[in-house]
């Protein structure tokens, strides 16, 4: 299970690295390094508790519609519920959380856990009461929006 772990994210890291048409011909890799871009505080409308979001794709890069990057959340955080357009990938890389679609039980998730949200699901995800996550989100983009965020989860839903 680990090795396979191993090697599904290894393939997910190369899948996500944005190819583009740059360069003398027109098809040249474009590496982003680790820490290149800056982290994002997980804002308040659409987040509850510390949530931080290192991107690893902040736009797709056309012909492409894939977005993706990694949110780490603090004990008791989540998001909002919200829906993707055409769905969403996790991964969870770190830690243990909490998934729920709605009108589901919640879920306990872990590390090497991978998630999948079909377009249009209404859903949250976030950390444990007592521990942290981190997940990398992979989620395409649909006439420049690539999530609808909606309310955020009451206390009474996410202790539930």
Same mark, same amino acid.
């Given at each position: 299970?680990?090795?396979?772990?191993?090697?599904?994210?290894?393939?997910?890291?190369?899948?996500?690295?944005?190819?583009?048409?740059?360069?003398?011909?027109?098809?040249?890799?474009?590496?982003?390094?680790?820490?290149?871009?800056? !982290?994002?505080?997980?804002?308040?409308?659409?987040?509850?508790?510390?949530?931080?979001?290192?991107?690893?794709?902040?736009?797709?890069?056309?012909?492409?519609?894939?977005?993706?990057?990694?949110?780490?959340?603090?004990?008791?955080?989540?998001?909002?519920?919200?829906?993707?357009?055409?769905?969403?990938?996790?991964?969870?890389?770190?830690?243990?959380?909490?998934?729920?679609?709605?009108?589901?039980?919640?879920?306990?998730?872990?590390?090497?856990?991978?998630?999948?949200?079909?377009?249009?699901?209404?859903?949250?995800?976030?950390?444990?009461?007592?521990?942290?996550?981190?997940?990398?989100?992979?989620?395409?983009?649909?006439?420049?929006?690539?999530?609808?965020?909606?309310?955020?989860? !009451?206390?009474?839903?996410?202790?539930?």
């Amino acid at each position: 299970m680990e090795r396979n772990y191993l090697v599904f994210t290894a393939w997910l890291s190369l899948a996500l690295v944005p190819m583009t048409a740059t360069g003398a011909s027109g098809s040249d890799m474009v590496i982003v390094p680790t820490g290149s871009q800056p !982290s994002i505080v997980g804002p308040a409308s659409n987040f509850t508790g510390a949530a931080r979001i290192d991107p690893v794709l902040l736009q797709p890069r056309a012909p492409s519609r894939l977005s993706a990057g990694y949110v780490t959340f603090e004990p008791g955080a989540r998001s909002a519920w919200h829906t993707h357009p055409l769905g969403q990938l996790l991964v969870i890389v770190g830690g243990t959380g909490w998934v729920q679609q709605e009108g589901h039980p919640r879920q306990t998730v872990h590390a090497g856990d991978v998630i999948w949200t079909p377009p249009g699901v209404k859903h949250w995800h976030g950390a444990t009461a007592t521990t942290a996550m981190t997940q990398l989100a992979a989620q395409e983009t649909v006439d420049g929006r690539n999530v609808t965020w909606m309310e955020k989860v !009451s206390d009474a839903d996410y202790t539930r």
